[in-house]
C-alpha cells in the first residue's frame, strides 16, 4: 500500500494537486458508462425531465467533477449511476454490467461489490472508532473479519489516519472524519466511487484536501470517480469537468493536470 503523506489532520493550501502519483492511460477501461439516459419524475399532470438523454463514460483511474446550477439533475444522475433509481430509457453500465439486465437482487450485489458512495455528511456512527467504522463495513458486505481489520488499517494509513483509529468520531475534526467516510466507500474495492458535494460541511483547507486526496486514490485504487460539487474552485483537482444543465450533460472537458486524457 502506498504511504499516505499526511501526518494528522494536515491541510494543503493550493490548486491544483499534487497528481504526480497519477498515472492513467489515454484510454482507461470504462468502469461507469451512461449512455442515452432519460429520468423523469410524475410532475403534477405532467412529467420532469431531471436526465435528458446523459451519456457519460468515466474509465477506472479517472476522476470527473460534475457542476450545474441547483435542480439541474446532478443528484438524479448519481442516483441513476448508483443503481438506486431506474432510468426510464438508456443504459447504466456498471463495470461493464447492465444494470437494467439483473434482478433486484442482482443490481443489489452489483452495487454493494462495484460502488462506493460519498455523501457531504460523512454519517459515522457515534459508538464506533474509525478502524471499527470500516471494520462493520466490510463485515456488512460479508467480507471476512480478518483481511477487513487488515484492510481497514491499511486504508486508515492511507488516508492518513493511522494514529486516529481508535477514536470515536467526536475526537476527530470534520475533515478527519469526511477521510474515514472515504476510506470506508473503499473497503469493498468498488469500481465506481460516487461524491456528493464532499466538501459542503468543510472550511477550505480542509475541503482542498479531501478533494485532492479523493484524486489520489481514484488513481491508485483504480476506480472511477464522479464528484459532484458546487465550488468551482476544486474542479482543476480532478482530470475532467463536465456541466448538467436543466438535464442535459456537457461533454467533460479535460483539466488542464497534464496527467491523463479523457475518455
Ligand atoms: N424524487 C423526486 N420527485 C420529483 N422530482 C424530483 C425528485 N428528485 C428530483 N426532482 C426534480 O428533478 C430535478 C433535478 O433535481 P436534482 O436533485 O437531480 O438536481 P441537482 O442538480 O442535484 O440539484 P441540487 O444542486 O439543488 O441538489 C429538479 O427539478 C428536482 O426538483
Known sequence: MPTSPFTSDQTASAVPSDTSSRTVPAH????????GVTLTYPDGAGTLTALDEVSLRVGAGQMLALV??????KSSLLAVAATLVQPQHGVVSIAGRDAAQLSRRGRDRLRRDEIGMI????????????REQLIIAEDMRGGARRSAA????ALLEEVGLTDAAGRRPHELSGGMRQRVNIARALIGSPSVLL?????????HDRSLTVVQLLARLTAEHQ????????DTEYV???????TMRDGALSRPEPTDTGKTSWN
Not at 482507461?28 to 449512455?35: Q, V
Not at 450545474?68 to 439533475?73: D, F, I, K, Q
Not at 476506480?223 to 458546487?230: N, Q
Not at 482543476?236 to 463536465?242: E, I, L, T, Y
Open 28 to 35: 482507461a477501461p470504462t468502469a461507469l458508462e451512461l449512455d
Open 68 to 73: 450545474g446550477p441547483s435542480g439541474s439533475g
Open 119 to 130: 455523501f457531504q455528511q460523512p454519517n459515522l456512527l457515534p459508538s464506533l472508532t474509525s
Open 150 to 153: 487488515a484492510r481497514a488499517d
Open 195 to 203: 461524491v456528493d458535494e464532499p466538501t459542503a460541511a468543510l472550511d
Open 223 to 230: 476506480v472511477a470517480t464522479v464528484m459532484v460539487t458546487h
Open 236 to 242: 482543476p483537482v480532478a482530470d475532467a469537468v463536465a
